[in-house]
């Protein structure tokens, strides 16, 4: 089945979503050479199936990817930057056995062994980031993303953060986490999407954001 390009790079055929992969072998190809991308598997999948208006990612943007697990999303999304690259950073090294495989697949996506909260022992292996992927699910994601914004971004840059209510407080009502992370956040950028990961992640939020520089 033909797929109808939705965003560039992203696809949509039937009531599912793919991306399309460069040579090589993927797996998950359909005939067409698209790779199904699963809602339940990616946050990011999971944004566009619930109504994302404006895709922040480009052909051509430089990602830095922090929390890559094994490269499922950052893989999906070294298909979509076919003239850009995706340094996808990730602190488990079991994790990182699996993410080496996902990068010998992709030629675009350099995988990075370090801790997302000291971008200072990373900014020198990259160049000319200017947009950030994160996915840390971690109590203090919004500073690591602040701090990591003002490491690689430029004003009016984009970003997006995956966020885990329970992750942040396992207590408070995640209605109520995503209040404060969103006005936490909004003292460094300008929330453009908010979105709710329903069906597909329960108590999860995809922000799309800005960054005020
Ligand atoms: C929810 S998973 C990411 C899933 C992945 N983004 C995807 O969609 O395919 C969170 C990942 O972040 C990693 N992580 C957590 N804290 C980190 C840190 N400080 N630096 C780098 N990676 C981190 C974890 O090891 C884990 O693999």
Redesign the pocket.
């Known amino acids: 089945m033909e797929g109808e390009e939705i965003f560039p790079g992203v696809y949509k055929i039937g009531e599912r979503i793919a991306t399309k992969g460069g040579g090589g072998i993927r797996r998950g190809k359909t005939a067409d050479g698209l790779r199904i991308w699963d809602p339940r ?4 999948a999971a944004a566009i199936m619930n109504g994302l208006k404006e895709f922040p990612i480009k052909q051509n943007s430089r990602v830095l ?10 893989g999906h999304i070294a298909d979509i930057v076919e003239k850009g690259v995706v340094y996808a ?4 090294k079991t ?1 990182m056995r699996n993410l080496l495989e996902s990068c010998r697949e992709h030629t675009n996506m350099v995988p990075m062994l ?4 000291t971008p200072e022992a990373y900014q020198y292996l990259v160049r000319g980031v200017n947009f950030i ?1 994160q ?4 109590p203090d994601q919004s500073r ?1 993303l602040e701090k990591n914004a003002g490491t690689f971004l430029r004003r009016g840059d984009k970003a997006i953060l ?1 966020v ?1 209510a329970r992750s942040i407080d396992a207590v408070k009502k995640p209605g109520e986490v995503f209040r404060a992370e969103r006005e936490r956040l909004s003292k460094s950028f300008e929330v453009i999407e908010d979105i709710n990961l329903r069906p597909y992640h329960r108590d999860h939020r995809l922000f799309v954001l800005r960054f005020k520089g």
């Open positions: 598997r990616s946050k990011l990817y922090l929390g890559a697990a094994t490269g499922t999303t950052a950073v990730e602190f488990s994790s370090q801790d997302a909260r992927y996915d840390i699910a971690q690591v995956c885990k």
